[in-house]
């Protein structure tokens, strides 16, 4: 069965994880060799440390954020916006926090793990972009600690976020998940209501995960030339 090609379809969901961006060098962090290996997010990827040390976590965030700085888009990103600027029904929903799809000219993606390159101030409930590296400041001008706006472990998701993921995938035509583990939820069973609501499926990734089956088309690679594959 050869990939459906994009220009069949017209409301386009792009579902994207870590396999996308580890082409572009982002360290992943699940999996071997993965950032949750070397660091325990108990003590900086949650609320709780946060409130315990916010220096420690600036640390680390401020680290995560200097290495993402340091790489760029690859022609996977490039394509996505690519695809985007031709097609206005298309969505891209990431569970990535790195910015690339927005650097590689991606539009109002739908951000389902928050930003590395966004903070927040729980005081004053404001959010900003901040694309600083070093951050310029860890706190806020109300003098609060500045929080990243990435949903940690044990955070909620935004309901807004959902509700706006939810819409595109009810309507989508195809969707299309890209180097997603599929073990992290809620996130990882939202394509299903694309696939219920009758979307063409696809999946790419480099092996199989615990949601492959859900998936018609099944693309195992690299995700930039699966995609270009597609085009
Ligand atoms: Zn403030």
Request: aromatic share 8%; charged share 25%; glycine share 8%.
């Amino acid at each position: 069965m050869s990939p459906p090609k994009f220009a069949d379809f017209s409301r386009i969901v792009f579902f994207t994880g870590a396999g996308l961006s580890s082409e572009s060098g982002i360290p992943t962090y699940r999996g071997s060799g993965g950032i949750w290996k070397e660091y325990n997010y108990e003590d900086y990827a949650c609320q709780r440390a946060f409130e315990r040390d916010p220096e420690k976590v600036w640390d680390f965030h401020d680290k995560r954020r200097a290495a993402v700085a340091a790489c760029e888009p690859n022609d996977g990103h490039r394509l996505i916006a690519v695809i985007q600027r031709a097609k206005p029904g298309t969505t891209i929903i990431t569970q990535n926090i790195d910015g690339l799809h927005a650097r590689a000219g991606g539009v109002d993606v739908i951000e389902l793990h928050g930003s590395l390159w966004r903070v927040r101030c729980d005081r004053e409930r404001t959010i900003r972009d901040d694309t600083s590296v070093p951050m310029a400041s860890r706190k806020c001008t109300c003098g609060a600690y500045l929080r990243p706006d990435i949903v940690w472990f044990e955070d909620a998701l935004s309901v807004d976020n959902l509700r706006r993921a939810e819409r595109a995938l009810e309507r989508a035509d195809l969707i299309v998940s890209i180097g997603t583990s599929g073990v992290v939820y809620p996130a990882a069973d939202l394509p299903r209501i694309a696939v219920q609501a009758g979307a063409v499926s696809v999946e790419i990734n480099l092996e199989d995960t615990p949601v492959s089956n859900l998936y018609q088309h099944r693309l195992r690679g690299k995700a930039s030339d699966l995609l270009k594959s597609m085009a």
